[in-house]
T-cell receptor, first 116, second 115 residues
Framework: AQKVTQAQTEISVVEKEDVTLDCVYETRDTTYYLFWYKQPPSGELVFLIR??????QNEISGRYSWNFQKSTSSFNFTITASQVVDSAVYFCALSEARGSGNQFYFGTGTSLTVIP | KAGVTQTPRYLIKTRGQQVTLSCSPISGHRSVSWYQQTPGQGLQFLFE???????NKGNFPGRFSGRQFSNSRSEMNVSTLELGDSALYLC??????????????FGSGTQLSVL
């Protein structure tokens, strides 16, 4: 079973529209972290946000906002007034402590295309 | 501060051959993880090395192996290549501390094509 599910495989929006990328996770740990990464065509995953399991406050950073709800095991990502530069593949990830380190589980990614 | 460097950027091999990929982590990072990325499958965890020891391992066959050197640089080897091994191989580094809060820093990947 997938520990991180991103049900939206591909999304297309017109520039300046808002778009929400969904992420649902599964874990039995009480302490865990959730991440969002952006992968532009260059291939390198770029870190966007990290959220720990005890902090359910929503976060806003410029045009980006994140909605973390433990009750529904969701960590959704919204881009407001989308721009062409937002076109990329976005990955949601769950990190759990394992032994002396941690284990990451990535979703299958959502490919976002912003049409000018 | 230099980022994570992966070489080569592109590789073309034929079935049955073997290949070695290289990853140089960010200075000061002691953990290196490897991921395989294929369309529709997302990122699949291969293994993680910390201080020259394999600390975690994913569900890949023994044809996939790796190692880490004393300077934290890591190599990944795939023997007896199969068509299904065609993928983008990503390396990520981190400080490697305990706990789940470690952030991964990724390289641009090596695109491997098996013909």
């Amino acid at each position: 079973a997938q520990k991180v599910t991103q049900a939206q495989t591909e999304i297309s929006v017109v520039e300046k529209e808002d778009v929400t990328l969904d992420c649902v996770y599964e874990t039995r740990d009480t302490t865990y972290y959730l991440f969002w990464y952006k992968q532009p065509p260059s291939g390198e995953l770029v870190f966007l946000i990290r959220r720990n399991s005890f902090d359910e406050q929503n976060e806003i950073s410029g045009r980006y906002s994140w909605n973390f709800q433990k009750s529904t095991s969701s960590f959704n990502f919204t881009i407001t007034a989308s721009q062409v530069v937002d076109s990329a593949v976005y990955f949601c990830a769950l990190s759990e402590a394992r032994g002396s380190g941690n284990q990451f589980y990535f979703g299958t990614g959502t490919s976002l295309t912003v049409i000018p | 501060k230099a980022g994570v460097t992966q070489t080569p950027r592109y590789l073309i091999k034929t079935r049955g051959q073997q290949v070695t990929l290289s990853c140089s982590p960010i200075s000061g990072h002691r953990s290196v993880s490897w991921y395989q990325q294929t369309p529709g499958q997302g990122l699949q965890f291969l293994f993680e090395y910390f201080s020259e020891t394999q600390r975690n391992k994913g569900n890949f066959p023994g044809r996939f192996s790796g190692r880490q050197f004393s300077n934290s640089r890591s190599e990944m080897n795939v023997s007896t290549l199969e068509l299904g091994d065609s993928a983008l191989y990503l390396c990520a580094s981190s400080f490697g501390g305990s706990g789940a809060n470690e952030k991964l820093f990724f390289g641009s990947g090596t695109q491997l094509s098996v013909l």
